[in-house]
């Protein structure tokens, strides 16, 4: 389940005491009510762009018409890794890398300061539409160099269909790839940055693929990421 947002705390109750001592004898002035302390939340983003908390509470929740969907591999359907569990992941990672190749792949790997990646999936009740969100949290600079070279890498080959904008969020890209006139199942990838993480959403379903749902989809996820703050 997804953690809730931190709970609001309760105001202070208001005791007020009247003496009357005879009938001539004015009413007590009411005791001071108390200052009440805004509770500090739990998950969020500060205005440089760094994002604090959970990865699960950043997450977008799964809406109305949505439920949990799919595992996705082994990371399940809603998950966050820490950089403990990424560092573990990557040394397994690197054993594949042939031994010429580790170091300037592990150099490069460490270069990004990952901190933590999260991802959760979701399903449309009708059954025609699962999406993966996912957030990874490291570098901001290394963020904006890495959705830089994803919407370059999009714009060289020249072979991908344009996907919809999202509103409110002009760095934001959503590309689909090459469709066979008789495919039955057609799918969407997107991705933008925000600060710190890394946004990527990969959408599958079948064709006619809802585009514009999905992407109501990432635009809710992003709002819930803008700077100054995160918003519930």
Not at 116 to 132: H, I, K, N, P, W
Not at 138 to 166: K, T
Not at 190 to 217: R, W
């Amino acid at each position: 389940m997804v953690a809730a947002a931190l709970a609001g705390v309760g105001v202070g109750e208001v005791l007020l005491h009247t003496a009357y001592q005879d009938d001539t004898t004015a009413a007590a002035a009411p005791a001071a009510t108390a200052p009440t302390v805004a509770p500090s939340p739990a998950w969020g983003g500060h205005s440089n762009g760094n994002h604090f908390g959970s990865l699960r509470d950043l997450l977008l929740p799964v809406p109305d018409s949505y439920t949990l969907g799919p595992d996705s591999g082994g990371s399940g359907n809603d998950a966050e890794l820490n950089s403990k569990q990424l560092a573990s992941r990557e040394e397994e990672a690197l054993k594949t890398v042939p031994k010429k190749n580790r170091k300037t792949v592990e150099k490069a790997w460490k270069s990004l300061h990952l901190r933590a990646s999260g991802l959760r999936t979701y399903q449309d009740r009708s059954g025609g539409l699962m999406v993966e969100m996912r957030l990874d949290q490291f570098n901001q600079q290394a963020v904006a160099a890495a959705s830089a070279f994803n919407g370059a890498v999009v714009d060289a080959s020249g072979a991908f269909r344009q996907g919809p904008a999202v509103a409110g969020h002009q760095n934001a890209r959503c590309v689909l790839p090459p469709l066979e006139p008789s495919a039955k199942i057609d799918f969407m990838t997107c991705f933008a940055a925000e600060g710190d993480l890394l946004i990527s959403m990969d959408v599958t379903g079948v064709t006619p693929l809802d585009k514009d749902g999905a992407v109501q989809l990432l635009k809710a996820q992003l709002d819930r990421l803008a700077r100054p703050g995160a918003a519930v």
